[in-house]
Nanobody, 115 residues
């Protein structure tokens, strides 16, 4: 059974940094893309960053240049390095793995940026 467990969230001041981790347990065949999404109160879940099987990365305009997504060779862990954090980055951050047949989500980790 596949589980994704996020960690690394917390409270940080404006301009600070956090590094989120998403640890995968269980086997996922034919991973296509891994990513981070976030959901702020009263707003829909939105894409933050993705990394394809070939290492190609993609970022939302709001985080481009501040956040970096990465993974290990075995794709067991996905990280999101977040720098220059802003109050608008406050949200629950979710890890996602998508394969050719399934879509997996973690339980989320709260990130709060104080002004």
């Amino acid at each position: 059974q596949v589980q994704l467990v996020e960690s690394g969230g917390g409270l940080v001041q404006t301009g600070g940094s956090l590094r989120l981790s998403c640890a995968r347990s269980g086997t996922i065949f034919r991973i296509i893309v891994m990513g981070w999404y976030r959901q702020a109160p009263g707003k829909p879940r939105e894409l933050v960053a993705t990394i394809l099987n070939d290492g190609t990365t993609n970022y939302s305009d709001s985080v481009k240049g501040r956040f970096t997504i990465s993974t290990d060779n075995a794709k067991n862990t996905v990280w999101l390095q977040m720098n220059s954090l802003e109050p608008e980055d406050t949200a629950v951050y979710y890890c996602n793995y998508r394969s050719t047949v399934s879509n997996y989500w973690g339980q989320g980790t709260q990130v709060t940026v104080s002004s």
